[in-house]
């Protein structure tokens, strides 16, 4: 079973930027996409961005042009580079590993918080 956990959350100010990592605890060729998602306080979780092991990302609209999302195969390491951060940012962030059926694990969460 795949294990994932997450690193690099904290706080910022706003227009400041952070990296996320998320390292999956072993290679598995059935995780096709890894994603972020971000969950903020009495909002339902929503995706934030991923991307798919052929390096095909798509990204929410809220964060498109500001957050870069990229893997490392090799490390079976995916990041999240946010910059430009917003107050509206502030929330969990969850890593994400999926196959094609569907759903493999979920990080732990780290949390991100972007003061005035």
């Known amino acids: 079973q795949v294990q994932l956990v997450e690193s690099g959350g904290g706080l910022v100010q706003a227009g400041g930027s952070l990296r996320l990592s998320c390292a999956a605890s072993k290679s598995s060729f059935s995780i096709n996409i890894m994603g972020w998602y971000r969950q903020a306080p009495g909002k339902q979780r929503e995706l934030v961005a991923r991307?798919?092991?052929?390096?095909?990302?798509n990204y929410a609209d809220s964060v498109a042009g500001r957050f870069t999302i990229s893997r490392d195969n090799a490390k079976n390491t995916v990041y999240l580079q946010m910059n430009s951060l917003k107050p509206e940012d502030t929330a969990v962030y969850y890593c994400?590993?999926?196959?094609?059926?569907?759903?493999?694990?979920w990080g732990q969460g780290t949390l991100v918080t972007v003061s005035e």
């Open positions: 991307i798919t092991r052929g390096s095909i990302t």
């Open positions: 994400n590993a999926a196959a094609l059926s569907g759903s493999l694990a």
